[in-house]
């Protein structure tokens, strides 16, 4: 960083007005508005002016100055952020942002890419979970629930047909793993049909997040099995010669 641009940082963070800063600066009366601008628009100068306490918000940027602006971010990346959160979608949310439809797919790529976008996006949907109360134990367990459910946790059967428990006896997480249940009722009687969620698409799931499918993983675990059998050879080897050489000792004693 320049000592001007230092110089900058400091005056702005006394004085808060852009303008003013740059001309204590050192920059001339023509240039001072525009470079102010363009200083304030950097991201290592707005993360020194947060480090000094300074709230990015700017008038400058075509935005109310009471309104906050993320800090790092220009106010069309932070609206970036906005509809990406709200969308999922790079090219749509840098079109709704107010990027051109034709580089939009692009622009995308490259907001996702910088580091102050990607922190900005992973900060925000931190602060969702937490509000939500998610979190990766949360999640691996609702996928365990649909995963290990067992048709026998939620009803019983017989001669007479089936069953389904109370509601207030089964558990949170078996009648989480419900999909659907429907009774339809003819001349024979009543039907009862129960419908689970995805049973191979949790165990799948649960399987990527322990790297089960990834390359090697079979070899290692057949070679984890192998050691152990050979740890467990080798332990019965020893207990035979503990008992052997019990036996013999006590044989001498008699």
């Given at each position: ?17 852009g303008k ?6 050192g ?17 290592d ?29 220009t ?50 949907r ?80 649960l ?48």
């Amino acid at each position: 960083m320049t000592p001007r641009k230092q110089r900058f940082i400091e005056e702005y963070a006394r004085l808060r007005n852009g303008k003013a800063a740059a001309l204590a600066a050192g920059y001339g009366e023509r240039c001072a508005a525009p470079m102010a601008s363009k200083m304030l628009r950097r991201g290592d100068v707005q993360e020194a002016l947060i480090a000094r306490g300074v709230e990015l918000a700017f008038s400058t940027y075509g935005v109310k100055p009471a309104t906050r602006i993320a800090p790092f971010l220009t106010v069309r990346q932070e609206r970036f952020v906005e509809h990406y959160l709200i969308l999922g979608k790079g090219a749509e949310a840098a079109r709704r942002a107010g990027y051109s439809a034709r580089s939009a797919g692009n622009r995308a790529d490259r907001l996702l890419n910088t580091p102050r976008v990607a922190a900005a996006i992973a900060e925000a949907r931190a602060e969702r979970a937490a509000r939500m109360r998610i979190d990766g134990d949360h999640v691996l367990a609702e996928y365990a629930s649909l995963a290990f459910i067992e048709l026998g946790m939620i009803a019983d059967w017989g001669p007479e047909g089936v069953t389904l428990k109370r509601a207030d006896e089964l558990a949170r997480e078996d009648r989480a793993a419900i999909a659907e249940i429907t009774e339809h009722r003819g001349k024979s009687g009543a039907r009862l049909r129960i419908k689970l969620f995805d049973k191979p698409r949790a165990l799948a799931a649960l399987a990527k997040h322990l790297g089960l499918f990834e390359k090697g993983a079979r070899d290692a675990a057949a070679r984890q099995e192998k050691q152990g059998e050979e740890a467990r050879q080798i332990l019965r080897e020893r207990l035979r010669r503990l008992i052997a050489s019990a036996r013999g000792d006590k044989a001498k004693k008699e």
